[in-house]
């Protein structure tokens, strides 16, 4: 359910986004980019996260990994 929010904008996006955007269009526009905003910070987060499992995790080959594979495969 939509909800109604109060922001504040900068003075120069708010004249863009009066001159640019359609009355009826701008808090389409706005969720559009706020979504998007959210998911590369989301995103981000993960990477981060990621990059701090790698630093304590030890290596695996591939085959390594095709053995454990298989191993796996033959207990189900």
């Avoid at 863009?16 to 706005?30: A, K, P, Q, W």
């Avoid at 559009?32 to 290596?59: C, D, F, G, I, M």
């Amino acid at each position: 359910m939509p909800v109604k929010v109060n922001i504040v904008l900068d003075d120069d996006v708010k004249s863009d986004l009066d001159t640019l955007v359609e009355s009826g269009s701008r808090s389409h526009l706005i969720n559009h980019a706020v979504r998007k905003e959210l998911l590369q910070l989301k995103r981000q987060q993960l990477s981060e996260k990621l990059a701090r499992l790698r630093k304590r995790t030890t290596p695996v080959s591939t085959s390594e990994i095709i053995s454990m594979l298989r191993r796996d495969r033959s207990r189900a």
